[in-house]
């Protein structure tokens, strides 16, 4: 016990400088006006005044603001999901040419500042706000995806041992031939999108979310989980009828549990403390995050640090929870993570 001890008292220390400025918040926000901005501040609030949380939420629309901020956090958590397992399976499982330079140079983006894209990717949100613009370019991506999916169909072969490829018809065929009906209707989207102005354009829940969408950290962090997964599964999946889409679903996706958490918690972290990119793609109240929301709550309560400490409590409650419920998979999901690259 002696040996672990100081181990222990650094981590009390170090818990009790994190969470002592939310316990100040907290007081704060439940103390009279002359209390909140006292000297020294005030440890405890002997009469709490919870009606500092109804100011705050009748200052400014702190309602509707974590309501567009819980929208952009999940699209962008589901998005950055499903693009991170994806990629991160082909680095992991599928054997082919430049497989580790190309991970490499995936990797490389980590090393970009986000601040230095900011730029392009406004320019990128500004230009397919144009109907024509953004037809053009939608339709472009999508009918790349969609031969890219073709071509990783048939590299993979994820058909291989379908229904579909049990026919006459050779496996290559029926890849090339879905890969064209999905272009055809994601260009019919597309197109039907752009017309009515909804691929893209400021002020939207798209221009908040979509830039977001993949990560190369998100495909860095499952890619290392999945190296843990012994290559004899893949096999024996193999073996038993299992083509690259069905290990991943019911083989992969189901021991990966704890990276996915992890994950999850991540993005949505992160994006729901977004604060310059929702402050330049947003002008209306209608799509603005909360964390413009408490800024706004800051300028107009200015006086009043009790309200102001209120609006900061409600925006922190959704990641707290968060992090309550995932902190084991988070925790798992990281050292997993290290311990194989």
């Known amino acids: 016990m002696a040996r672990v001890a100081p181990t222990y008292a650094l981590l009390i220390l170090g818990a009790a400088i994190v969470i002592l400025p939310m316990y100040l918040a907290l007081v704060a926000s439940l103390l009279p006006k002359e209390d909140a901005i006292s000297y020294p501040p005030k440890l405890f609030a002997p009469d709490p005044q919870f009606v500092n949380f109804k100011k705050a939420m009748e200052a400014v629309p702190l309602g509707r603001y974590m309501f567009n901020s819980f929208i952009q956090s ?35 983006t980590l ?34 995806l969609s031969v890219a999916a073709g071509v990783t169909a048939l590299l993979a072969g994820a058909f291989r041992r379908g229904g579909l490829a049990r026919g006459r018809v050779p496996t290559p065929v029926v890849a090339v031939l879905l890969g064209v009906v999905a272009g055809i209707l994601a260009g019919g989207v597309a197109w039907r999108a752009a017309v009515d102005g909804m691929i893209l354009s400021l002020d939207s829940y798209q221009a908040l ?37 069905s290990f991943l ?16 918690v991540f993005a949505f972290l ?30 107009q309560e200015i006086d009043s640090l009790n309200v102001v400490m209120a609006g900061t409590i ?28």
Request: aromatic share 12%.
């Open 249 to 264: 679903w019911r083989v992969v996706l189901p021991l990966s549990k704890p990276a996915l958490g992890t994950l999850a």
């Open 209 to 245: 979310t979509i830039p977001f969408l993949a990560t190369a950290f998100g495909t860095f962090l499952m890619r290392q989980h999945f190296m843990t997964i012994p290559l004899e599964l893949r096999d024996a999946a193999a073996i038993d009828g299992y083509g690259h889409l």
């Open 111 to 144: 090393m970009v500042p986000w601040e230095a894209s900011i730029i392009p990717n406004f320019q990128t949100v500004q230009m397919m706000g144009d109907p024509p613009a953004g037809l053009a370019v939608a339709v472009a991506a999508l009918v790349g």
């Open 314 to 341: 409600i925006a922190l409650l959704p990641m707290l929870i968060v992090i309550v419920l995932f902190q084991r998979q988070l925790v798992r999901g990281l050292m997993q993570g290290a311990l194989k690259g």
């Open 74 to 108: 999940g699209a962008i958590t589901i998005g950055q999901l499903t693009t991170s397992v994806l990629a991160a399976y082909a680095f992991a499982f599928m054997r082919f040419p430049l497989r580790n330079f190309l991970f490499v140079l995936f990797l490389s």
């Open 270 to 299: 992160q994006s729901w403390n977004q604060y310059l990119w929702p402050l330049l793609v947003t002008n209306s109240d209608t799509y603005r995050t909360v964390q413009i929301g408490l800024a706004g709550l800051s300028s």
